[in-house]
């Protein structure tokens, strides 16, 4: 009793963590990671009690009901970057990859029947890092491309765009790191770094994605078969690139499909006004169709 009052306390105190138990083994060590505030654990605690209390099971349920969770959080850019990589935990500030991290990791959490954060960041962990084991900053995946297909091997995802009607295949080059090092904090000065990133980007030379083009996503096949709570990548036109955003599934009571995400834009976690044909068909859109897939159960 006494050691765990004592936990509780520096818990509570500050951003420094105790030691993680032996149940998260496969998480970082608290020395590796990086927190927002001294407040993200209780938060992540009440979340996930949120969650168990509202006796939903299902994935796509679960992610649905903490998008609602999440709603007006403030849109923030490039958490995850600092002077080295560590386990960055911040459910106060999200943009729209880390949005759909935190909606994975405390969806898997729950269905896992954990109410810890610290089962939560072994989750986010596992999702985030390439084989779910963080290193340095070339172990993030950094593609969606590239994070579908690692996530799906290992059982955390399932791609299903190719199942949707009128899918079709697009075939493409992804390098756009390395074209842009100078874009990235941790590329920018590390020759060494941008040798590993080009290393990973040479397995998705000329790679083969499926992809719906924007144009069919008024179709009622295609609405009836998104489901509420699908992750959705949005397929661009940029060279060298795959994916340019990330958002979730939100349908009306009358089978209409909308976008809800951490928007730039909006400066927050959002429901788009747009239907999500209307949303992506804007003269100075880049989007090209999207991607989706769901949380394995």
Known sequence: MKKFLTILLVVLAACTMPQHSQQEAQAASVQRMRFHCDQDTTRINQLLQDGFASGIKTPNELVAFYADKLLSTPYVAHTLEGDEELLTINIDELDCTTFI???YALARTTMNARYSWRDYAANLENLRYRNGEMGDYSTRMHYISEWILNNSARGNLKEVTADLPHAD????????MTKHKDSYRSLKNDSAMVEKIKGYEMA???HRMP??????LGDKAVKAA?????FVG?????????ISHLGIIHKDDKGEIYLL??????GKVMLEEKNLRDHL????????GIRVFRIVP
């Open 211 to 216: 992809y719906l083009k924007k144009s069919w």
């Open 204 to 206: 998705l030379r000329n």
């Open 261 to 266: 995400d951490a928007s730039m834009s909006g």
């Open 281 to 288: 068909s804007g003269s100075k859109s880049t989007c090209l």
């Open 101 to 103: 991290e935190t909606l």
């Open 226 to 230: 998104l489901r509420n709570g699908d």
């Open 234 to 242: 949005l397929v661009t036109k940029i060279e060298g690139l795959d």
């Open 169 to 176: 295949y697009l075939i493409k080059t992804i390098d756009f």
